[in-house]
């Protein structure tokens, strides 16, 4: 009853102030078509994966709302626009699927671990009130996970929505977006201890958490999470080897003894949206032929952006080579500064693929530590910066025959009231992780009654 009346009252308020509304409603076999429609296509190579996939996106609402981004953008087609966009705001260098478990520490290439947007995989072009909504929902679902309170979250979300603001108004008339980064010195509570985390990682350790050494051949560990491939998977692999060295620029390419293939697994377990897509980790010889600086590169099949499905045809396929793995490459170096040299892409069996180092200097944002009210808060106070930092990066400054706009300008002109923005942003979320969270019992339904989901 209690949730019944903040939507009803959610609704009223954006009535009154003439903002779009949106109720929730059941729609449970539409959901459960859309989520066997996206799935299924993965059955025949990851049954295995994808029906983890179902455990996990069952066991809460926060992690359905991870694992059906195809959904959200399905919405964002339909339901009321932002009021404060423009014809050039939409042309965005979007995430895609940003929400609160998609940031990350990583050590850049000129060596600063530094504090960042995590995932690229649904890398495209749109509004940029899009990443700003689906990082809003997120911090309500996962909020609620940790039984924060809804007054508490929206406190988070006002600070989140309006660090991003002010960021993109610093940006705006500056090349300020060239230097920003979020590292130890400028940031607190989890978010620093995210990139603390990161900072203490070691080559070692990775190494010997995923491989072994038998004299002086190193080769992958087997477990569960990464099994042997056959021996057509290995050779194909390994011959596409040499399209992927050729989508790295060629100031960036190392020499070729570096990719020298040394042994390779299927990778199971990872993620929970990209569940059921192929993922491959591969060793390769790396800077010396001593193992201890081997690499880990990680392979993953590359499928369209969710958010083409709202603006298909705004990125144009020729700038990633038609290959979604040269796409979310393409995304990355877009949106991040001194991004990873080892990031590229390829086609095995007309399958893309998106390649990227395994590194030790990575941690992931960990959502359950945001436990407290003041612990979401402080870091809702990063995350927004963050969010503002990739959008502003990866317009003209990046590459104006992609994106000819300053975007941070044009997102902070088409912001014309702060106040009314966070609004709206506000109204929305609430009302709309309302509806993810019908959504959700409606998986949790189908699953529990043996419906087939992929």
């Known amino acids: 009853m209690k949730q019944s009346l903040k939507t009803m009252l959610s609704a009223a308020c954006m009535l009154v102030l003439g903002l779009p509304a949106h109720a929730a409603t059941s729609r449970s076999a539409w959901v459960v078509s859309q989520v066997y429609d996206y799935n299924h296509p993965f059955a025949a190579t990851d049954s295995a994966d994808l029906a983890t996939k179902m455990s996990t996106m069952a066991a809460s ?17 339909t339901l009321p626009s932002s009021l404060y966009t423009s014809v050039q ?8 699927d940003t929400h609160v478990g998609n940031f990350n520490a990583v050590r850049d290439s000129a ?6 947007v995590g995932d690229f995989d649904e890398g495209y072009l749109g509004q940029f009130v899009w990443d700003v909504r689906r990082l809003a929902v997120s911090m309500i679902l996962a909020g609620r996970d940790k039984g924060l309170s809804d007054a508490d979250i929206t406190t988070a979300i006002n600070t989140m929505v309006g660090a991003y603001l002010d960021k993109m108004d610093a940006f705006k008339g500056s090349s300020d977006e060239l230097s920003f980064q979020l590292k130890n010195g400028n940031t607190s509570g989890v978010v620093q201890d995210t990139i603390s985390a990161g900072n203490n990682g070691t080559r070692s350790a990775l190494l010997s958490k995923y491989t072994q050494l038998s004299g002086s051949i190193r080769t992958f560990q087997t477990s569960t999470q990464l099994q042997a491939v056959d021996a057509g998977s290995y050779s194909a692999i390994v011959s596409g080897m040499s399209a992927y060295i050729a989508s790295i620029a060629a100031s960036k390419r190392y020499s070729g003894s570096y990719y020298t293939v040394k042994d390779i697994r299927q990778k199971f377990g990872s993620g929970v949206g990209s569940l059921g897509k ?5 060793l390769v010889e790396g800077p010396s032929s001593a193992t201890s600086d081997d690499v880990i590169l990680e392979m993953k099949q590359s499928t369209a ?36 040299v080892l990031v590229g892409c390829t086609t095995i069996a007309s399958t893309h ?10 941690q992931d944002f960990d959502v359950s530590a945001l436990s407290s009210a003041g612990k979401l808060n402080t870091a809702a106070g990063y995350l927004g910066p963050a969010l503002a930092s990739a ?22 002109d088409a912001v014309t009231s702060k106040s009314g923005f966070k609004a709206e942003i506000l109204s929305f979320a609430f009302d709309y992780a309302a509806q993810v969270n019908l959504d959700w019992q409606a998986l949790v339904a189908a699953k529990n009654a043996g419906t087939p989901l992929y």
């Open 305 to 340: 952006s969710a958010v083409a499905q709202v603006t298909g045809g705004r990125l144009p396929a020729s700038a990633y080579a038609y290959n979604e793995g040269c796409r979310i490459a393409l995304t990355l170096k877009a949106q991040l500064i001194n991004a990873d």
């Open 353 to 362: 693929y998106y390649l990227h180092e395994k590194s030790p200097y990575q």
């Open 61 to 77: 609402a926060f992690q359905f709302y991870r694992g059906t981004d195809h959904i959200f953008f399905q919405d964002m087609s």
């Open 278 to 282: 192929l993922r491959y980790y591969i």
């Open 111 to 116: 060596g600063n671990e530094v504090f960042a």
């Open 89 to 96: 705001s939409g042309y965005t260098w979007l995430g895609g």
């Open 391 to 412: 959008h502003a990066l990866a317009d003209q400054d990046y590459d104006a025959a992609i994106v000819s706009y300053s975007i941070d300008k044009q997102v902070a």
